[in-house]
């Protein structure tokens, strides 16, 4: 009965519980993403390109078969997904999160020091750094 009541404390723990949270939706989200690049882009650049696929482009050295087309899909892919992460959810992220700062405005907790212009802070009397007295 112990263990079990250890075991029941280590899975309520808040860090267990946000991790499995954000495993769940991380992998909702790359399900998301990989529809986005297979279903939308990768359609899109086939169209572009007049190519709808690049797997079957290889090349033989000595009875050795390169597939270097099943690469190019890969990194074209990739590079899909990396462009969408980025332009549908960090970017937007990133100016979200400058909407939400833009009117708060921090009380500055240093000043400049008139003498050796180094950072001292704010109720100093004297700077820590070439030892003279600040107004």
Same mark, same amino acid.
């Given at each position: 009965? +112990?263990?079990?009541?250890? *075991? #029941?404390?280590?899975?309520?723990?808040? !860090?267990?519980?946000?991790?499995?949270? @954000?495993?769940? /939706?991380?992998?909702?989200?790359?399900?998301?993403?990989?529809?986005?690049?297979?279903?939308?882009?990768?359609?899109?650049?086939?169209?572009? +390109?007049?190519?709808?696929? *690049? #797997?079957?482009?290889?090349?033989?050295? !000595?009875?050795?078969?390169?597939?270097? @087309?099943?690469? /190019?899909?890969?990194?074209?892919?990739?590079?899909?997904?990396?462009?969408?992460?980025?332009?549908?959810?960090?970017?937007?992220?990133?100016?979200?999160?400058?909407?939400?700062? #833009?009117?708060?405005?921090?009380?500055?907790?240093?000043?400049?020091?008139?003498?050796?212009?180094?950072?001292?802070?704010?109720?100093?009397?004297?700077?820590?750094?070439?030892?003279?007295?600040?107004?």
């Amino acid at each position: 009965m +112990v263990v079990l009541k250890e *075991f #029941k404390q280590f899975l309520l723990r808040g !860090n267990v519980v946000d991790l499995a949270v @954000g495993v769940v /939706i991380g992998a909702a989200f790359g399900t998301v993403v990989t529809a986005l690049v297979s279903d939308l882009l990768t359609p899109l650049i086939s169209a572009l +390109v007049k190519v709808p696929d *690049f #797997k079957g482009l290889s090349f033989t050295i !000595n009875g050795s078969q390169f597939m270097y @087309g099943h690469f /190019i899909n890969t990194a074209i892919s990739f590079l899909l997904s990396a462009a969408a992460i980025f332009f549908f959810v960090i970017k937007p992220m990133n100016l979200l999160v400058a909407h939400s700062r #833009k009117g708060e405005v921090a009380d500055p907790t240093t000043k400049k020091c008139p003498e050796c212009l180094s950072e001292i802070p704010l109720n100093a009397r004297r700077c820590a750094h070439c030892t003279q007295p600040v107004a």
